[in-house]
């Protein structure tokens, strides 16, 4: 599919409404998700298993690189699109959208906007195509919400390689990543000050999967634990400047809040989908459990939760869409991010409360999908910062002077 580029001025017209090209290709991520994601859905939970099909999938249309010019081999499309790709992919695979973050938003695009040209042109190519699978390395056993300035892995220079050493916990797509965007610490004396973005392939010696890590939900979005064991990693694979690596990951982290944020539209979306279609066809009492007007007034809350968040999260794409290199980390674009997951994540997770007591008993079983839902929704109120850290992000930029 051909992602068409956006007046840039154009991009979100009055009342938050799509256009009919932003429409088209969210309805064409969310029935490709449908006619290929969703019958994976049970394996993968069931088996934590990733479907190595998928980003060969993902690629053919058009849906990786959305942001990257097409001289590397992305559509040259614009981040809006990427995340109305990545709310279509949620609705019927929410573990199929998570790892496509993981992949090209926190990995392909961070390096797409700020590595050099050569470092571009070796490793944007292969993540546009889908033959390799990328990864984030920034959380850390000891380095989680405060994971910049508990950031224990360092990377010491060495001729014309940099030898680092540490841990990584938590790496959506750790398990199957050929790339992976690491953050150490470079001069451990300046703190988050010292930080430097590389890249480390697979196969690296010193470069390891630790563990695959047994979740709750998302489980087909495997996560690990990375180790580095005086792992050389040539100069040259360094993203941006070294000790410079601070407004990179900011940056990333202000676009990943944006683009998640969107995982929750679409799981809500289907939550609600699933609701209404089970309050039309369960009998109780000799009626369908629809026509009880508490099972419709849930119905009617969910459908004005989801609407809202609809309209701050297509603000905020909107806003981080014309995000420069290395912005991000301050200022609104740093409050109104935050924002939207925050608001995002919460009535996420009440709309799918929601919906499993609609479907009472059922919901309960560990096999329906309103389960899997359920399970799911817990993470985005945890990951990629937590609700507590996006309120002081808000609170903190509220007050400064």
Not at 288 to 315: H, N, P, S
Request: glycine share 10%; with cysteine; proline share 3%.
């Amino acid at each position: 599919m051909a992602l068409a580029t956006a007046e840039r001025r154009n991009i979100l017209p009055s009342a938050f409404a799509l256009t009919p090209d932003q429409q088209a290709i969210l309805d064409t991520a969310s029935d490709f998700s449908r006619e290929t994601f969703l019958p994976l859905q049970q394996k993968m939970d069931d088996e934590e298993w990733w479907p190595p099909q998928a980003m060969p999938a993902l690629a053919s249309m058009g849906f990786l690189g959305v942001t990257v010019p097409e001289d590397l081999g992305g559509s040259g499309s614009d981040f809006f699109s990427s995340g109305l790709i990545t709310q279509g992919l949620a609705r019927y695979n929410p573990a199929i959208a998570l790892s496509y973050i993981a992949h090209e938003n926190l990995c392909l695009n961070n390096i797409a906007r700020n590595a050099s040209e050569a470092v571009k042109k070796r490793f944007v190519p292969g993540l546009c195509d889908g033959s390799k699978i990328g990864a984030l390395g920034l959380t850390e056993p000891g380095a989680g919400s405060d994971a910049l300035g508990s950031m224990a892995t360092t990377a010491r220079r060495d001729g014309d390689h940099y030898v680092l050493n540490g841990r990584k916990l938590y790496i959506t797509n750790g398990p199957v990543a050929d790339i992976v965007l690491v953050y150490a610490k470079t001069d451990k004396a300046k703190g988050a000050k010292g930080i430097s973005a590389f890249i480390v392939e697979k196969g690296t010696p010193g470069f390891a999967v630790a563990q695959k890590l047994d979740k709750m939900g998302f489980r087909g979005s495997v996560t690990a634990e990375l180790t580095f064991d005086d792992c050389r990693v040539p100069a040259e694979n360094m993203v941006g400047e070294e000790n410079r690596g601070v407004a990179v990951v900011m940056s990333g982290l202000d676009l990943e809040r944006a683009i998640v944020a969107l995982i929750n539209v679409g799981m809500a979306e289907r939550a609600l989908e699933l609701s209404i279609d089970y309050a039309k066809t369960r009998q109780q009492f000799g009626r369908r459990i629809g026509d009880f007007q508490m099972v419709q007034a849930k119905l009617a809350d969910m459908y004005t939760q989801i609407e809202a968040m609809k309209a701050l999260c297509y603000r905020t794409l909107a806003f981080a869409n014309d995000l420069g290199e290395g912005d991000g980390g301050r200022g609104e674009i740093h409050k109104v991010t935050a924002a939207a997951l925050m608001f995002a994540a919460d009535n996420c997770s009440r709309v799918i409360s929601d919906a499993l007591q609609i479907f009472g008993g059922s919901g309960y079983m560990r096999e329906t999908e309103v389960n899997r839902l359920y399970r799911a929704s817990k993470l985005l109120e945890i990951g990629a910062g937590t609700t507590e850290i996006r309120k002081l992000i808000i609170a903190g930029e509220l007050m400064r002077d």
